[in-house]
């Protein structure tokens, strides 16, 4: 066959069965991997770990699909709508490793799960209400999980150590897009320097969960590795770092603990009513 | 004789059809036993959403050829590199007007923040090295937006990855 449209090649046969269109009929993330737990380690605590990360990406993921079609320049559109898409594969093989242990599939986890049981911190929830607060809450976020990503390969699950590898890739270039972009906006107009600075104070008191102990973690990230990458970028903006304490909990329980803010139960709403009102539903 | 590597090798990237899988180095192993064919395949980027239907192409046409009882396995480690496109892949990246991945970075210790505009790669069209970034993100995950300032195309580019 002619290969002057190669395009024209993913159709040259469509036997029974045979299919290149995407669609449903996902299949495990995990598909092919070996995911035994390694001796010695607690699979309950491993699958506690791995819900918690993959939460907070499937969330956070979704908030930044909201800002598809709303963003100020195509160029920013394709930015967004790609670390979202980065950070839902993150979610996927998270939930995948994490429902393994637990007899669950990642649509079960990620759609039939109730608001009290998703363990994302709640920064991954937080609705931007304008470009500045997505630009630093992504800062924030990605500088965090970056750090963190980085010392998970050394963790004991092999599975868990190979997703972070992988991750940590793509989170250098969401790190890197979200730096630029306080930079600009906090070096930019008196405007956008304002609005920079009210959406670190917006921000501040959530960057505080990121931190707290977690029993299960696998790897530790030192505030202070994160901090000098703040620092960096907040000294570059011209910004201030906001004076602000951790966002309370409720009886010191936070988003680890399934306890949210009121933004959750409406993430949660758009994202799972459709798997809800047509359990069988494809396309 | 067509070995059940040539075949592998051969199934079009959905994304990038010009390139093979091999050339773009997700191709990682093709073991043929008594027992049938296993093929190791790898993500690009955690979000791939391509990987289901390159399961089914190598599968596929495995079974077209005459190979039966096809594994198609995935490996995630080591993570893929832009460094594993091929001579070939470049070769084809270009000629399709999309610039090649200039080398990944090698680092030990903490993982540098950027805050300027990266290098940009020579203009695929015209050849002229005045071209500047114009997005981190293009259509796809693994390519960035450019420009031109000479022939004023705008092109994509392989990240370094």
Known sequence: MSTDNPYDLLGEDHDDGHRWAFGTGFTDPLEGIDTSVPDGLDAGALARYCLALGDDALIYSHRLQQWVTRMPELEEETAIANIALDLLGQARMLLARAGGILGQTEDELAFFRAEQDFRNVRLAEHEDRDFAELAGRLLIFSTWRLALFEQLPAAPDPVLAAIAAKGAKELTYHRDYAAQWVIRLGDGTALSHERMQNALTTLWPLAGELFRPDPDALAHVEPAAVDAVLDTVLATAGLDRPDAAPLAGVSDRTGRDGVHTEAMGYVLAELQSQARAYPDATW | ?161
């Open chain 2, 1 to 161: 004789m067509v070995t059940a590597l040539d075949v592998a090798a051969g199934t079009p990237d959905p994304e990038l059809p010009m390139l093979t899988v091999a050339d773009l180095g997700i191709l990682r192993a093709v073991d043929v036993t008594a027992g049938g064919v296993t093929v190791t395949i790898t993500p690009t980027y955690s979000g791939c959403p391509a990987m289901p239907e390159i399961r089914a192409d190598v599968r596929h046409r495995l079974e077209v050829a005459g190979f039966g009882q096809v594994t198609v396995r995935t490996k995630l480690a080591p993570p893929w590199s832009s460094d594993w496109i091929t001579a070939e892949g470049h070769r084809k990246l270009a000629a399709a007007g999309i610039a090649p991945p200039s080398p990944a970075a090698r680092r030990t210790g903490p993982i540098p923040l950027t805050l300027g505009l990266p290098a940009s790669p020579p203009c695929p069209q015209c050849g002229s090295p005045r071209t500047q970034r114009t997005a981190a993100f293009s259509a796809t995950a693994c390519k960035s937006l450019h420009r031109c300032q000479d022939c004023g195309e705008p092109f994509e580019a392989v990240k370094a990855l």
